[in-house]
């Protein structure tokens, strides 16, 4: 008959190294949703770099495109004869201007609400690694608290006396 005590010392040594191994799966799953997270959020940095230098130049031709426009109608109106520093020829300019920096504005606000988005979403992608490696570690953690008690318990068994045996037809199970 084998040694009873070498037998639970042989199955508490490998449920450790088991949950060991099972802790260091975890800790490693952790770290790669972490890297993971923290490539995503230099994705979306790069993104709101990009959107940032489309939103500036967005907005510049905008602007540029107003100023074209202007030139166009000043050059009419005075082709005209007309005197372009008064009058409704002066209020239309100025209305002309006020709508097209309206324009460039509300270009660059788009602009403002993408890039607002995209950092909103580098800072979740960066929390969301944070989250899962912790929790790797708290997996971890509790799966080697898990076997180390288990180990306790199945040693203080075996400490009072080997396990009585019983069958299902003798009325009882084993212990």
Not at 92 to 116: H, K, P, T
Not at 119 to 146: E, H, Y
């Amino acid at each position: 008959m084998p040694n009873t005590t070498a037998l639970v010392t042989t199955s508490i040594i490998m449920s450790g190294v088991a949950a060991a191994t099972s802790a260091a799966g975890a800790i490693s799953q952790g770290k790669a949703a972490q890297q993971q997270a923290e490539t995503q959020a230099e994705i979306y940095r790069r993104q709101e770099e990009r959107t940032r230098q489309l939103n500036t130049l967005n907005a510049k031709r905008r602007r540029e495109d107003n100023e074209a426009v202007e030139a166009t109608q000043r050059a009419m109106l005075a082709a005209q004869g007309r005197d372009i520093g008064t009058g409704s020829a002066l209020l239309v300019q100025r209305n002309l201007a006020e709508e097209g920096e309206f324009n460039a504005r509300l270009e660059e606000n788009v602009g403002a609400d993408a890039i607002s988005q995209i950092q909103t979403n580098r800072v979740m992608a960066l929390a969301s690694g944070r989250g899962a490696q912790r929790a790797s570690f708290i997996r971890a953690g509790a799966g080697l608290l898990d076997a180390a008690g288990s180990g306790f318990r199945t040693k203080a068994r075996f400490s009072r006396g080997a396990p009585r045996v019983t069958t299902a037809l003798s009325g009882g199970g084993a212990e």
